[in-house]
Nanobody
Framework: QVQLVESGGGLVQTGGSLGLSCAASGRTSSRYSMGWFRQTPGKEREFVAAVSWSGETKYYQNSVMDRFTISRDNVKNTLYLQMNSLKPEDTAVYYC?????????????????WGQGTQVTVSS
């Protein structure tokens, strides 16, 4: 089992920046690729970004490309999401997730572990 805990959410104005972190604990000796998803009320959870175990392969949703950066530190067992040029439409609960699939994946169904989420609110 792997436990994931997100932090770093909050309130920011349009154009501002936030950095999210996701600390993994438990069976961290195994290899996992990881990702970020987000969800707003009344909508399905959507893919934001993913990174492979090695950190070499990264995928992004088109709407966050060039604004968000996903990264990981396997020594610290921590996943990051740096969000710049934030827009009101980025407002959501952000979840980190981990999968035993070593290649980065956009597919929500392939993720095995999920955090509880952290709220990001971008004011206009």
């Amino acid at each position: 089992q792997v436990q994931l805990v997100e932090s770093g959410g909050g309130l920011v104005q349009t154009g501002g920046s936030l950095g999210l972190s996701c600390a993994a604990s438990g069976r961290t000796s195994s290899r996992y690729s990881m990702g970020w998803f987000r969800q707003t009320p009344g909508k399905e959870r959507e893919f934001v970004a993913a990174v492979s175990w090695s950190g070499e392969t990264k995928y992004y949703q088109n709407s966050v490309m060039d604004r968000f950066t996903i990264s990981r530190d396997n020594v610290k067992n921590t996943l990051y999401l740096q969000m710049n040029s934030l827009k009101p439409e980025d407002t959501a609960v952000y979840y980190c997730a981990a999968t035993v699939v070593l290649m980065a994946t956009r597919e929500e169904g392939r993720y095995d572990y999920w955090g509880q989420g952290t709220q990001v609110t971008v004011s206009s």
